[in-house]
């Protein structure tokens, strides 16, 4: 009788942390990223040491996958986690929502309220997921989008600048469901930024050396526990979470966020957001100081 009990109470307890705790969670990550180095520091639980040492700060999230089950109102502290550190700069990798053809409009004012509270100086730029193209939801999610003040780049670039820093940030269409393009010239800008849903479609990018560093979603990634029995995902089985060094200047990061399921939660991964700080001095720089340096000696 008593076993009973307090297996029921475990069901119960799990059950409550899953439905009504986990959604509302959130983890953060800080990076802290030199310029021409595919080495990058976790500064997670000192980010605030580095704040005179950086130019310009990227916030990134990724897979919000609205739905019935996951409603605008639960990343209130995602924003809130915006407000607070302050980023020059938003990315958006994707996948607003789950599925448009199953997509309340009574929803569609309150999401709009949500994403315009993402606040940033520089600009808030987004880029479409394969589950924003389902049912032709596309047309619906760039619209949302736009109303909310991010920048949809399909196909894209965006230059922008501020004193001793200028960046360029190119969005591809998504592979899975778009017309992506691959291709695009490199500019005169300090910083170069590349935008795409599925991680494992960088393989196919024939200048990636000129990108600093290329920002995706899409992979999900289960907590460690679960790996084992995760199917893999189409555009997401060779890059599947956290960082990589895709080439001696050039840095992958996913963002992983939690897919909703048909009930209400899995057991996945808390909303994750991203934040990276840009050093002032890029690595050669330094190097070109330490050698006059050492030669002065």
């Given at each position: 009788m008593y076993l009973f009990i307090a297996i029921s109470c475990l069901i119960l307890a799990i059950y409550i942390y899953v439905i009504?705790?986990?959604p509302y969670m959130i983890r953060e990550k800080h990076y802290f990223i030199h310029k021409?180095?595919?080495?990058?520091?976790?500064?997670?639980?000192?980010?605030?040491?580095?704040?005179?040492?950086?130019?310009?700060?990227?916030?990134?999230?990724?897979?919000?996958?609205?739905?019935?089950?996951f409603s605008p109102k639960k990343i209130n502290r995602l924003?809130?986690?915006?407000?607070?550190n302050r980023p020059e700069i938003i990315i958006f990798t994707g996948d607003l929502i789950e599925n448009y053809g199953k997509w309340s409009p009574k929803m569609s004012p309150k999401l709009i309220r949500k994403m315009k509270r993402f606040t940033a100086p520089m600009g808030k730029i987004a880029i479409l997921g394969n589950h924003d193209y389902l049912n032709n939801g596309q047309y619906f999610v760039k619209n949302a989008l736009e109303e909310s003040g991010f920048t949809v780049l399909k196909n894209e670039e965006i230059f922008g600048s501020m004193e001793n820093f200028s960046i360029t940030v190119t969005g591809i269409d998504d592979p899975l469901k778009g017309k992506?393009?691959?291709?695009?010239?490199?500019?005169?800008?300090?910083?170069h930024l590349l935008l795409l849903h599925e991680p494992d479609m960088i393989q196919h990018v024939p200048d990636i050396r000129n990108y600093d560093l290329i920002l995706a979603g899409h992979a999900h990634e289960p907590r460690k526990y679960f790996r084992r029995f995760k199917k893999k995902i189409k555009g997401?089985?060779?890059?599947?979470?956290?960082?990589?060094?895709?080439?001696?200047?050039?840095?992958?990061?996913?963002?992983?966020?939690a897919r909703r399921s048909y009930l209400s939660s899995r057991f996945r991964l808390v909303p994750e957001i991203i934040y990276y700080h840009l050093a002032k001095d890029d690595v050669n720089l330094l190097a070109d100081k330490t050698q006059k340096s050492s030669t002065n000696e």
């Open positions: 009504f705790i986990l021409n180095s595919n080495e990058i520091i976790d500064i997670s639980h000192a980010y605030d040491l580095y704040e005179l040492k950086s130019i310009v700060t990227i916030a990134h999230f990724s897979d919000t996958h609205f739905s019935r089950f924003i809130r986690s915006t407000q607070r992506p393009k691959y291709h695009y010239e490199k500019t005169y800008s300090r910083w997401a089985e060779y890059f599947t979470h956290g960082l990589y060094a895709v080439t001696e200047k050039t840095i992958l990061s996913i963002c992983n966020r």
